[in-house]
Each structure stands twice: as structure tokens, then as C-alpha cells.
């Protein structure tokens, strides 16, 4: 059973960076996938970027595009989003999730394993 701890969230202004972390325990294979979605208030979650283990990553172009990087530490099984030039309308819980086959996906059906989220809200 994998478990998987986000933290790193928190409360800053428009234009002002935070880096989200996302550590995994109790992971048995090494081709996973992990991913970051969030879910603004009152709206559905949505995909935010996801990364291979091989360090393939995919984004939501729409929404994150050079604003927002994943990235991995395999040797301490954590992931992060590096978010830079936040706007109120990042505003969200972030989640941290993961798929132990396949590819990189949007679809958060596809993943397996979520945290419990962490707050991130960007005042204007």
C-alpha cells in the first residue's frame, strides 16, 4: 500500500512562488507515475502535471505552461511542483497522486494513490 504525504502548501501573494513536495513510503515497483492535480473551490479537480519514473513529464498546458515544473528525487521517493508566478486563481487543495503502470496521464482515474492534499490560496 503506498502512502503518499504532500506538504509545502501555504498562503502568498500573487506573483510569489511555492514549492509543493510529495513523499512516497511503502512503494514495491519502480515504474510508477506521480502526478499533481488540484481542485479550486466549488470546481471539479483537474490535472496538473504528472512525471515518469524515468523522468518523462507531461503538463497542462492550459493552465500551468511555464509557470509550474515537476520534478523527482528518487533516492528520497519525492516529487515536487515548483510553482512560480501564482495567481489568485491557482488557488486550491493540491494533491499529490500516483499510478504504479502505465504512462503519464490526465485522467485521475487513472492513479491509484492519493494524498491528503495540501492548501495552497494566492491573495490578489
Known amino acids: 500500500q503506498v502512502q503518499l504525504v504532500e506538504s509545502g502548501g501555504g498562503l502568498v501573494q500573487a506573483g510569489e512562488s511555492l514549492r509543493l513536495s510529495c513523499t512516497a513510503s511503502?512503494?514495491?515497483?519502480?515504474?510508477?507515475?506521480m502526478g499533481w492535480f488540484r481542485e479550486p473551490p466549488g470546481k471539479e479537480r483537474e490535472f496538473g502535471a504528472a512525471?515518469?519514473?524515468?523522468?518523462?513529464?507531461?503538463y497542462n498546458l492550459d493552465s500551468v505552461k511555464g509557470r509550474f515544473t515537476i520534478s523527482r528525487d528518487g533516492a528520497k521517493n519525492t516529487v515536487y511542483l515548483q510553482m512560480n508566478s501564482l495567481k489568485p486563481e491557482d488557488t486550491a487543495v493540491y494533491y499529490c497522486?500516483?499510478?504504479?503502470?502505465?504512462?503519464?496521464?490526465?485522467?485521475?482515474?487513472?492513479?491509484?494513490?492519493w494524498g491528503q492534499g495540501t492548501q495552497v490560496t494566492v491573495s490578489s
Open positions: 497522486a500516483e499510478r504504479t503502470w502505465g504512462d503519464t496521464s490526465t485522467r485521475a482515474y487513472d492513479y491509484r494513490y
Open positions: 511503502g512503494r514495491t515497483c519502480s515504474n510508477y507515475v
Open positions: 512525471i515518469r519514473w524515468s523522468g518523462g513529464t507531461l
